[in-house]
């Protein structure tokens, strides 16, 4: 960032609180960190355990992670947030749950720009271990409504609407094949299977392709 501008940083925006995108925020100690609500209370209330879970796993991050100070965003809000710099409007949008239940969209409508978090990935599988599964699905229907023309996610390459409606697509196959599966007596591991079998013709060659399990088991939890 030094690389472009000198100028110090004033506003921070979390697009969700997991570990990998909200433990840095203690570095910017002058700044003002914005998120969605439910972005805050998760901190709070998972933040530890995240924390603990990354330990656990003796990652390349686990040693770093017990010094982290966790700090939550200290400007929060329910539905849409705009911020205008330098004559540029910045939309911070709440759309509803998904990757988890406090992700927000950064929307430069002028530039048709869009930052998606963890929601959605140009030809990558997300997440899902936290995620509000079938919210999910609709979340990325109403994200296709905002005006863009390119998509950041926060993994991945730069993508475009297509791969959006891809991801979308994505999430909503095997949401509604683990359904169909779960309604035929499956339990996770055969759901997982049948899912895999329905959904790696078309995305297979995705990053991630094998989390499907996931996916699967996350809303087996969600369903009566």
């Not at 697009?15 to 003002?32: P, Q, S």
């Not at 004559?87 to 998904?98: H, S």
């Not at 989390?211 to 009566?224: I, K, N, P, S």
């Amino acid at each position: 960032m030094r690389r472009i501008t000198d100028k110090p940083v004033r506003y921070l925006v979390d697009t969700h609180g997991h570990w990998d995108h909200a433990f840095g925020n203690e570095e910017f100690a002058d700044a003002t960190i914005v998120g969605h609500v439910n972005c805050r209370r998760e901190l709070e209330e998972y933040g530890e355990a995240w924390r603990a879970n990354v330990i656990a796993r003796n990652t390349e991050w686990s040693e770093e992670i017990k010094t982290v100070r966790i700090t939550p965003p200290d400007l929060t809000f329910d539905h849409r947030l705009e911020l205008h710099f330098g004559g540029r409007r910045v939309d911070l949008v709440y759309l509803g749950r998904a990757h988890t239940s406090g992700d927000i969209f950064i929307n430069l409508p002028d530039d048709g720009l869009l930052f998606t978090g963890d929601v959605a990935q140009d030809g990558g599988v997300p997440y899902m271990q936290d995620g509000h599964m079938r919210d999910w699905v609709e979340t990325d229907t109403r994200l296709l409504d905002l005006p863009f023309e390119r998509f950041v996610s926060g993994h991945g390459p730069i993508g475009g609407k297509p791969a959006l409606v891809e991801a979308r697509d994505f999430i909503a196959s095997l949401v509604s094949g683990a359904e169909g599966a779960f309604h035929d007596g499956q339990d996770v591991p055969q759901a997982t299977e049948t899912v895999r079998k329905a959904l790696e013709g078309r995305f297979g060659g995705w990053r991630g392709f094998p989390r499907v399990g996931e996916g699967v088991a996350r809303l087996r939890t969600q369903t009566d």
